[in-house]
């Protein structure tokens, strides 16, 4: 499984980069035979004006050829990638349910 971290106007920092390597191995550890890639990408919106101004984009990209997707605003870098891929663990999580039920 693949993992990449895009980040526009922003800090791309060890630490953020280790965190979102970690964050993303964890959660989709027990995936990995459905998951191909996972791709982060994080823009600051606002330059110094500070707020909600962390665009978050979060893509799984699986196995069948399918994706996941999330969008979301953080606070910070480290926030924005964290819940992005919190949200696509249980979207990927509810797909499999639903897959299951439907066999």
């Known amino acids: ?44 919106t606002n330059g110094p004006r500070g707020g909600a101004d962390i665009a978050c984009l979060a893509r799984l990209r699986l196995v069948d050829g399918g994706d996941v997707l999330v969008e979301g605003s953080a606070l910070s870098p480290e926030s924005g990638a964290t819940a992005s891929i919190d949200r696509l663990a249980g979207r990927l999580r509810r797909l499999i349910d639903r897959r299951h039920e439907h066999r």
């Open 1 to 44: 499984m693949d993992i990449h971290l895009t980040t526009r106007h922003l800090d791309r920092t060890p630490a953020l980069v280790d965190l979102v390597q970690r964050r993303a191995a964890f959660a989709f550890a027990r995936f990995a035979t459905l998951v191909r890639a996972v791709e982060i990408r994080l823009a600051d």
